[in-house]
């Protein structure tokens, strides 16, 4: 059973940073497709970032500049580097995978994975 475990979620002050962990139990994220979602209450899961097997990202506009998504192969865990936070930023962020060594499209689209984390929240204030 697949398992994704996030960490790194917390609260800071508009214009901090965090770093968020996701680590896979029972595969490696070098065969991955991987991508950082967030919901803010009451708003639909939007895709943050996302990276292919070879490392090809993607992000979503209002994040682009500030958010870097990567992975770790040899400490099996992707990550999701945030800076210059915002209020806007404040949501559950989750961790999803989709285990497919021919997968080197990074899908912002929630549909194209199929093992999520149980989710970090991230509050921003202003």
């Known amino acids: 059973q697949v398992q994704l475990v996030e960490s790194g979620g917390g609260s800071v002050q508009a214009g901090g940073s965090l770093r968020l962990s996701c680590a896979p139990s029972?595969?490696?994220?070098?065969?991955?497709?991987m991508g950082w979602f967030r919901q803010a209450p009451g708003k639909e899961r939007e895709g943050v970032a996302a990276?292919?097997?070879?490392?090809?990202?993607d992000y979503a506009d209002s994040v682009k500049v500030r958010f870097t998504i990567s992975k770790d192969n040899a400490e099996n865990t992707l990550y999701l580097q945030m800076n210059s936070l915002k209020p806007e930023d404040t949501a559950m962020y989750y961790c999803?995978?989709?285990?497919?060594?021919?997968?080197?499209?990074?899908?912002?689209?929630?549909?194209?994975?199929?093992?999520w984390g149980q989710g970090t929240q991230v509050t921003v204030s202003s």
């Open positions: 999803a995978a989709r285990f497919d060594v021919y997968c080197n499209t990074p899908y912002l689209n929630r549909w194209r994975y199929n093992y």
């Open positions: 029972g595969y490696s994220v070098s065969i991955a497709c």
């Open positions: 990276v292919g097997v070879r490392d090809i990202s």
